[in-house]
Each structure stands twice: as C-alpha cells, then as structure tokens.
C-alpha cells in the first residue's frame, strides 16, 4: 500500500494547503490532522506551540506516512528546523516555499510579506528570504483581522474589501513592492479581494500553492512519488469542532469532507 | 571554501539556466560546461548523449562541486535517471521543474509544450507530467527554426514574429491550452516574441526560471546553500568556439563573460 503525506496545522487554514496538494498531486493519499482546540498558535510562546506541533507529528508517525508537511506558519518558524533534524522522514514548511517563489518572481527585488502577528514578529520570512538573498528589500504586515473574518465565512463582498483595504493601505501606499507572499494558509481564501485591492501590477503568491509544489519535488527527490493513479482516499482529523471544519472545507474544496474524525492528542516527547 | 554548483549544456542554451540561477542564489558559485564543439545534441543517438553528458560530469567532479544542473533537455532526457542513480551528489534537469511549475500554473489541464525535434520526439514532458497527473491533456509541438535563429542572435523584430508565428500557428488555432512550457533552454531568449503570438492569456513557463527555483529547493533540502554571500565568481567552460558563447552571453547577462576557457573532452566511463 502507498504511503500518505501528513499534514498538520493549528485548525483549518492548512485545508488550503491540502487542496492544492490534492490539486497539484491528485495520486497522493493526505492524512490532515488540524489543532482546532488549541487554535490560534499565533499568540502563544514558542516551547508551546512546538509541543503541540510534536505532538500531532507524532500522531502521524503512527499511521505510516511518507513525509510530513507543516501546514502552519506559526508552527514552521517554531518547529521545522528541530523536526528536520528529528525526523527519518523528509518534512517541509510552507515558509521557505513562498519566499522561494517570490524570490523568482520579484523584479524590483522588493517583496512584501502579510501573515499573522506571530508570523511577522516571528521574523521568519525575511530570514528565509535573505538567506538566500542577503541584497532583497523585505517589508512586512501583520494582518490580525484576515484569520477571525475567514474563520466566519466572510471572503468577499463589502465587509472583507473594507477590512483587507484599511488592513493593505500602509503597504499598497508607502512601499513600491512588485510581489506580495501571503504567509498564512488562511489568506488564499481571501486572493481575489486581496488582489483587486493591491492591484493586477502586484505579483500575488500564495505560500499554499508553492508548499504543494515543493512537497512534489520533495518526493521526486527521494523517490517517494505515489504510482497509483487517482481516486486517493483522504483521512481528516480535528481536537475541536467539526462544525467550523465542515463550514470551511466547503468554501475550498466545493464539498465537504467526509472522512472527518475528532482525536485528542497527548503529550508526548519524540 | 564553498563548492560550486555544476551546469552543463549541449552549448549556449543552458546560459539561460545559468542566468537564473545568478539571479536566484546570488550566492552561489557556477562552473559551467557547454559542450558547444558536439552542439546540437538533438539529433543524436541517445547513447552519444549519454557518454558526452557523462564526460561533462567527470570533468566537474574533479571540481569540487555539490551539485550538478543539466541544463540541456535532450541531456535530462537521456542522462538524468543514470546520473541521479550514480552520483554522490543530487543531480537535477530541466524537464521536471517546468512540468511541475505547469501542473501548478494549468486551471483547465490542458499544457503544451515546445521544444527541440529531439526533446518532443523522447516524449519526456508528457511522461514526467503524467507521472504526477495522469489525467492532464498534454500538446507537443517541436519548433526546429528556434534554436538556430536564437544562435543567430535574432530575438526580437518582423522577422522573429515570422518564424514564431507561422511555427506556433497549429498550436493557436487548434488547442485550448492555458499553459505553454518553453521546453528548451534557448528559447526564454524568445519569450517576448513567443508571448506577443500566443497571447497575454497563455501563461507561459520558462523551464530555466524553474529549474534554478528548484535547484535552491534540493540545496535547502540537503543543507548545501551557500552562506558566502554576493560576489561570487563563476567559471565557464567551452569545447567549441569562445565567439558564439561571448554572443549569446551579451545578450542574456547584458555583458561578457571574463572567465571563459576552452577544454576538450575525452570519453570517460563512470
């Protein structure tokens, strides 16, 4: 049997990752674990939020997956550089895909990066960014609205061009960037109104899409790419809510998720 | 000292791949082999290009390098699952990157591709595209006016827009495809002219640009980025004539090539 890809995240914006996961490698099998019971990871203190990581990784190294994708930017900048080091299997954040991405589209070498306020004060995209390009102008905003306003279902229409147009003015305003990373799984839900108030001239990226497109090189490197072909079984499990699961994989997926499970995760140390 | 990272090519198309990868991993050094005495390899059997790929590799790894770029489709064709099996170090082509970046860019599953006779006559797009989505549709055209015309430095002009033209005609007119591969490394030197015929709706994916975005993919996964940063100096290597690789360098890097020597190649086996 074919083993799946693990992907974790503090709840639901990992979905996003998921699709295009799904999308971009639709003979790999996905087994989601999301936090939601402990969601947001963005206020809380670095040991925490790499507990809770290790903790849902550890769940998923009981169910014979392949590689691991860490859906979260919190749980990235917190957690991917131990696991990789941990780990017997490949793992990847959805940090360094975006800022790679970026790095290839930017011409005037000015990127912006928005993402929660833990994700900004983080520092972990310019760091991704000047690793490999210590010469990039890097500016970023956190946006604390976008999660709570996607979280309620509200993705376009008045109310989200309102928030994400006062949210977006310092930077659509003051800076003169060509390429805008959305550094938070949630935000592709919010593209097409974070585009048409940034304007067609802005490059958006999105850290979902780009994660999806490593994770397939990723396993091309290690030969791990799945053979069988279509119709892959998904599994989804949550610590919370199923309501709040079901309400946005709708919006994404254009269905709902049927393999849905509630899990309690323990503590654990790998 | 930090090692290079290794590109080789049938001749001057590969610059392109190496213009990229300047621009992406500012911190990297090159050492570039372009087998230009032998060009095109197109045509060749496929045991020919493999022994001249393989002297190409034996040649750098006397070089102290922690990675080799084929830069050349005919090559990755040919060489690449050998050389992935038998070398030390990771190996990477040009053909996955673009089909990949394809997969991710395509809305309604319908990619062409264009390249060389040789490239399109392998079949290797179609095969690497539907190893990761086997229900993509996939349309091949080989335009074998490009590359000579690339080779007489004509890029732009009524007379490009002629040749392009009349060459992408049947893939037009004839196919709904979203998405166009340059399945060649000469022909992002054409990108404009090819855009301005196809349409601003096609989106068009340069298999150089995406090679040198997952080149920094593979290094980040094996921790060999460089931390040197800026500056770097890169060498390159001809069997064949220094004038037209000092021609075609203009036209890509805006500037000559200081480091270029001549070598020959003897056959190796490894």
Redesign the interface.
């Known amino acids: 049997m074919e083993r799946a890809i693990g992907v974790i995240d503090s709840g639901v914006g990992g979905l996003t990752v998921a699709y295009e996961l799904m999308r ?4 790999e099998k996905l087994i989601y674990v999301g936090d939601t019971l402990r969601c947001p990871y963005g206020p809380r203190p670095k040991h925490e939020v790499k507990q809770f990581t290790l903790e849902m990784v550890e769940f998923l190294l009981e169910k014979e997956i392949k590689m691991i994708v860490i859906a979260c930017n919190t749980a990235t900048a917190f957690a991917l550089e131990e696991l990789k080091k941990k780990l017997p299997i ?1 793992v990847i954040g959805v940090v ?2 975006g800022a ?2 970026a ?2 589209m930017t011409k005037n070498n000015h990127v912006g990066i928005i993402g929660t306020e833990g994700t900004i004060q983080s520092g972990a995209y310019p760091a991704a960014l000047k ?5 990039l102008k890097v500016t970023t905003l956190a946006c604390p609205l976008f999660v709570p306003m996607v979280e309620k279902g509200i993705l376009t229409g008045e109310q989200a061009k309102k928030v994400v147009e006062e949210t977006l003015l310092p930077l659509k305003n003051t800076t003169d960037i060509d390429t805008l990373v959305l550094g938070c799984t949630h935000y592709p839900l919010l593209e097409k109104t974070i585009q048409a108030v940034m304007g067609d001239e802005i490059q958006i990226i999105s850290s979902s ?2 994660t ?3 994770t ?3 396993l ?2 290690h030969s791990l ?1 799945s053979n069988e ?2 119709n892959s079984k998904h599994h989804f499990f949550t610590t919370g809510d199923l309501h709040i699961f079901t309400k946005i994989s709708l919006s994404i997926f254009n269905e709902h998720i049927t393999d849905l499970q509630k899990v309690s995760m323990e503590k654990v140390v790998i």
């Open positions: 971009q490698l639709p003979n490949p360094q895909p790679r991405a790095i290839k690793q490999i390009n210590s010469e899409e780009e999806a497109r490593e397939s090189t990723i091309e490197v790419l072909s279509g």
